[in-house]
Nanobody, 127 residues
Framework: QVQLVESGGGLVQAGGSLRLSCAASGRTFNNYAMAWFRQAPGKEREFVTAISRDGGRTNYAMFVKGRFTVSRDNAKNTVSLQMNSLKPEDTAVYYC????????????????????WGQGTQVTVSS
């Protein structure tokens, strides 16, 4: 079992930045590929970004490319999401997720493949 706890959400003006963190506990963190998803009010949860368990490979949704950066620190059991140039449409609850992949370089964008989820952190971007 892996426990995930997100933090760092809040209210920011358009064009601003936030850094989300996800702290993992319970199993060997560097065995897990990680991802961030988000869910806006009235919308389906969607993929934002993923990072392989060794940190060497990342994958981004088109709508965040160039603005968001995912990273992980396996020594501290954390994965982070740096969000710059935020837009009102980025307003959502952001979730951290983990999966045990067969290879170290794999990332997944399908939420059905993820086994563990955090409780989410609210990000609100005002115009």
């Amino acid at each position: 079992q892996v426990q995930l706890v997100e933090s760092g959400g809040g209210l920011v003006q358009a064009g601003g930045s936030l850094r989300l963190s996800c702290a993992a506990s319970g199993r060997t963190f560097n065995n897990y590929a990680m991802a961030w998803f988000r869910q806006a009010p009235g919308k389906e949860r969607e993929f934002v970004t993923a990072i392989s368990r060794d940190g060497g490979r990342t994958n981004y949704a088109m709508f965040v490319k160039g603005r968001f950066t995912v990273s992980r620190d396996n020594a501290k059991n954390t994965v982070s999401l740096q969000m710059n140039s935020l837009k009102p449409e980025d307003t959502a609850v952001y979730y951290c997720a983990a999966v045990f992949p067969p290879y170290s370089s794999i990332t997944y964008s399908s939420q059905e493949l993820y086994d563990y989820w955090g409780q989410g952190t609210q990000v609100t971007v005002s115009s």
